[in-house]
């Protein structure tokens, strides 16, 4: 299967680490954002919203994009009984498993784009706005975890706690204050635990290092 990615790219590297956790072996193929490279014909063929990650199974000539989907596709097509844990199969268990997904994608993650990306992208001055938009949707999250579960959906880790986690852990990288969220930051140590057997450090930390030193070079004096 080909991977559409780039590593410092937080939704690309939610998908290599579940790669990770399921001991799957990615062809990958690196698009680099700067130069446009997701605007060329070949890609846009692939995936016309021009996002990475972007997953490409040559046997099948399934794609697929956004990141969440792909996690989900993953541990259905390719988990074994002992990943069951990731992606319950109970239906109401894995309701709040997509529920906490789809607040990550449409809340969360989105409000951390707003606020960073437009200085990461175009050099733009920060918006007090949506800092403070970003600052709620940490509070929703706050409020969301449950101080007698170990993570966020209850005592197992989920593609939810994955997905969130690089938000997150991107967010603290960028230096937001994250002393008013208490429960996030236990669940934000709980979650790095988990992932340390599979390369999270390198996979994550090193990469939400350069990205956040990327923005703060992009920040006006
Ligand atoms: N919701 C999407 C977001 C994907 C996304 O915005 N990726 C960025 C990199 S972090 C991208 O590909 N940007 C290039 C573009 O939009 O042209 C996901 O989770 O996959």
């Known amino acids: 299967m080909n991977l559409y990615y780039l590593d410092v790219s937080p939704p690309c590297r939610t998908v290599l680490l579940l790669g990770k956790i399921l001991g799957l072996e990615f062809n990958l193929k690196t698009v680099n954002i700067q130069s446009k490279d997701q605007l060329k014909k070949e890609f846009l063929d692939l995936n016309p919203t021009h996002t990475v990650p972007t997953i490409q199974f040559t046997d099948s000539n399934l794609v697929l994009w956004e990141s969440r989907v792909i996690l989900t596709y993953l541990v259905n097509a390719f988990g074994k009984d002992e990943h069951a844990y990731l992606y319950p199969n109970d239906v109401d268990k894995r309701a709040i498993v997509d529920l906490y997904l789809q607040f990550d994608l449409s809340t969360l993650y989105q409000r951390m784009h707003d606020y960073f990306f437009p200085t ?3 050099g733009a001055p920060l918006d007090e706005t949506k800092k403070a938009k970003l600052a709620e949707g940490l509070r929703y999250f706050e409020n969301m975890l449950k101080a007698d579960k170990l993570f966020a959906t209850g005592n197992d880790f989920t593609i939810a706690d994955l997905s969130l986690c690089i938000t997150v852990s991107q967010i603290e990288a960028f230096n937001f204050d994250m002393l008013p969220y208490p429960k996030v930051r236990k669940w934000l140590a709980l979650c790095k635990h988990e992932l340390e057997p599979y390369d999270y450090d390198e996979i994550n930390t090193t990469a939400a290092t350069i ?10 004096p």
């Open 120 to 122: 990461i992208l175009l």
């Open 211 to 220: 990205l956040a030193s990327i923005f703060r070079s992009k920040l006006r």
